[in-house]
C-alpha cells in the first residue's frame, strides 16, 4: 500500500494517541479531556491557530500552506466522542470508565487526523488553507451541527469538507464511497395510545390499548411494504412497547410506543412522518381510544457532492490501489450537517474483520492508521497543490 512514509514512521506514535483515547472514553459533548488533550497536540505540531469551544467542546485548528495564491481552504473533520457502552474486549487498554466505550472507533478518527495535522504543519506542502476539525457528540448529539451553528464555516471560509469513518468488514486500509445519498435520515417517534383500562376479565367495558398498540405496530410496518415505492429507501423500527399497568389481569389505561425512522430522501422522509400521524390516530380511532404522537426529525439525509466523492475516490485509489462503491447505510451520520453547509464527501476506510461498531467487543484496528493519514494528507496535497 503506497501510504506516506512519514505516516509509516508515525504509527506507534498515533496508536499511543489512540489506545489513551480509548482507555479515556467520554460521551456526547462532555469530551473535556479529549477535547484539551487534542488542542495540546495541535499547539505542539505548531499549528497557526487552535481554538476550543466550538460547538460546545469542539476544536478547530488551523494550517497555512507554503504558500496562499487562490485562497483555497479546506476543512477536515473527525468525530470524538464515544458510547455509553461498557467494554467487553478484555483490552490492556480498556476503557477506565464504566459504561463508556469507543465503541465505534472516534478514538482512530481523532488519532488518525491528528497525525495528519503533524505532517501537513511540518511540511505545509500545498497552496492554500487546512482546517482540521474535532467534533463532539456525533453520537446523536447533533455536534456538527453545533459547529456549523458557531458560525464554523463562515468564521474559518471553509469552502469544502471532507470526513471518514472505519468500516468493520472491508480489508483493513482498503476505501469504499458513493455520490449522493449515503447515510440516512434519522428521525424518532413517541407515541402515547389512550384507552380505557379495566378487568381483563371484563374486556367489553374497556377500550383494549394492548390490541390498538398491536395493531399499530403492524400497520407501521405498511409505510415500506404499502405506501412507499419499492425502489426507495425507508425503515419503519418499533423498538418499545410499554404499557401502564404490568398485571396479568388488567387492561391498560394506555401505552406507550417509541422507535425510530430511516429514510433517504426528503421525499421519503416527510411521507414517513404524514403515515405515522395518519396510522396512529386513525387506529385508535377504530378502537375509540385516542393518540398522541411526537416525531422527532434528527440527522438528515448524508449527501455526497458529486465532484468531491469522484476527487475523494482518486485520492483512496493513489492511497491503496482501488476504491470500492459503498453500499447505502441506513445508520446516520451527522456530518451531514457540514455537507449541508459545503460540498464535500465522506468515505469508508477498511477496519478489517472486527467485531461490527456499537458493539461491545469492537475495537478500532490500529493497522488502518497510515491509510487513513494519507488519505487526509493526500486530499490536501492533491486538492491544493503546492504552488
Same mark, same amino acid.
Given at each position: ?6 505516516? &509509516? ?15 479515556? $472514553?467520554?460521551? *456526547? ?12 497536540? *495541535?499547539?505542539?505540531?505548531?499549528? +497557526? ?31 470524538? +466522542? ?24 472516534? !478514538?482512530?478518527?481523532?488519532?488518525? *487526523? ?13 497552496? #492554500?488553507?487546512?482546517?482540521? @476539525?474535532?467534533? $463532539? ?57 389512550? #384507552? ?11 377500550? !383494549? ?14 409505510? &415500506?411494504?404499502? =405506501? ?11 423498538? /418499545?412497547?410499554?404499557?401502564? /399497568?404490568?398485571?396479568? =389481569? ?21 411521507? &414517513? ?16 381510544? /385516542?393518540? +398522541? @404522537? ?9 449527501? =455526497? ?8 475516490? !482518486? ?23 457540514? *455537507?449541508?453547509?459545503? $460540498? #464535500? ?6 477496519? #478489517? ?9 469492537? =475495537? ?9 493519514? /494519507? ?13
Amino acid at each position: 500500500m503506497p501510504v506516506k512514509n512519514r505516516f &509509516a514512521e508515525l504509527q506507534t506514535e498515533i496508536t499511543e494517541w489512540r489506545r489513551d483515547l480509548h482507555e479515556n $472514553p467520554e460521551i *456526547l459533548f462532555e469530551t473535556h479531556r479529549t477535547s484539551a488533550l487534542v488542542a495540546e497536540k *495541535l499547539q505542539a505540531f505548531g499549528l +497557526d491557530e487552535v481554538v476550543t469551544g466550538i460547538g460546545r467542546t469542539g476544536v478547530v485548528g488551523v494550517i497555512k500552506g507554503k504558500s496562499d495564491s487562490k485562497g483555497r481552504v479546506i476543512g477536515l473533520r473527525a468525530d470524538m +466522542d464515544a458510547l455509553p457502552i461498557h467494554e467487553q474486549t478484555g483490552l490492556d487498554y480498556a476503557s477506565k470508565t464504566d459504561g463508556a466505550m469507543h465503541a465505534c472507533g472516534h !478514538d482512530g478518527h481523532t488519532a488518525m *487526523l491528528l497525525g495528519a495535522a503533524k505532517y501537513l504543519a511540518e511540511t505545509r506542502n500545498f497552496d #492554500g488553507t487546512v482546517v482540521v @476539525i474535532f467534533q $463532539p457528540a456525533e453520537e446523536g448529539g447533533g455536534g456538527g451541527k453545533e459547529m456549523c451553528d458557531d458560525g464554523m464555516m463562515e468564521r474559518w471560509g471553509i469552502q469544502e469538507v471532507y470526513g471518514m469513518h472505519n468500516w468493520p468488514g472491508r480489508p483493513v486500509g482498503s476505501f469504499a464511497i458513493r455520490p449522493g445519498a449515503f447515510f440516512a435520515a434519522t428521525d424518532t417517534f413517541d407515541i402515547t395510545l389512550e #384507552g380505557r383500562g379495566g378487568h381483563a376479565a371484563k374486556p367489553q367495558d374497556t377500550v !383494549d390499548t394492548t390490541v390498538m398498540a398491536a395493531q399499530t405496530v403492524l400497520a407501521l410496518q405498511t409505510i &415500506a411494504s404499502r =405506501n412507499a415505492d419499492p425502489v426507495d429507501q425507508v425503515v419503519v423500527s418499533v423498538t /418499545s412497547f410499554e404499557t401502564s /399497568s404490568k398485571a396479568f =389481569n388488567v387492561i391498560p389505561q394506555r401505552v406507550q410506543l417509541k422507535g425510530t425512522v430511516r429514510t433517504m430522501s426528503a421525499e421519503m422522509r416527510t411521507l &414517513a412522518e404524514t403515515r405515522i400521524k395518519e396510522i396512529c390516530n386513525g387506529i385508535a380511532a377504530t378502537f375509540g381510544g /385516542s393518540a +398522541d @404522537i411526537s416525531y422527532h426529525r434528527g440527522y438528515p439525509v448524508m449527501v =455526497n457532492s458529486d465532484e468531491q466523492t469522484a476527487f475523494a475516490a !482518486d485520492v483512496a485509489r493513489k492511497v491503496s490501489g482501488d476504491c470500492d462503491e459503498a453500499p447505502l447505510v441506513m445508520g446516520g451520520e451527522d456530518f451531514a450537517f457540514m *455537507l449541508e453547509e459545503r $460540498p #464535500g464527501a465522506y468515505i469508508l476506510v477498511g477496519n #478489517g474483520d472486527t467485531a461490527m461498531v456499537h458493539h461491545p467487543e469492537y =475495537n478500532f484496528n490500529d493497522e488502518a492508521i497510515p491509510a487513513g493519514c /494519507s488519505w487526509w494528507a493526500e486530499i490536501v496535497e492533491t486538492r491544493m497543490p503546492a504552488a
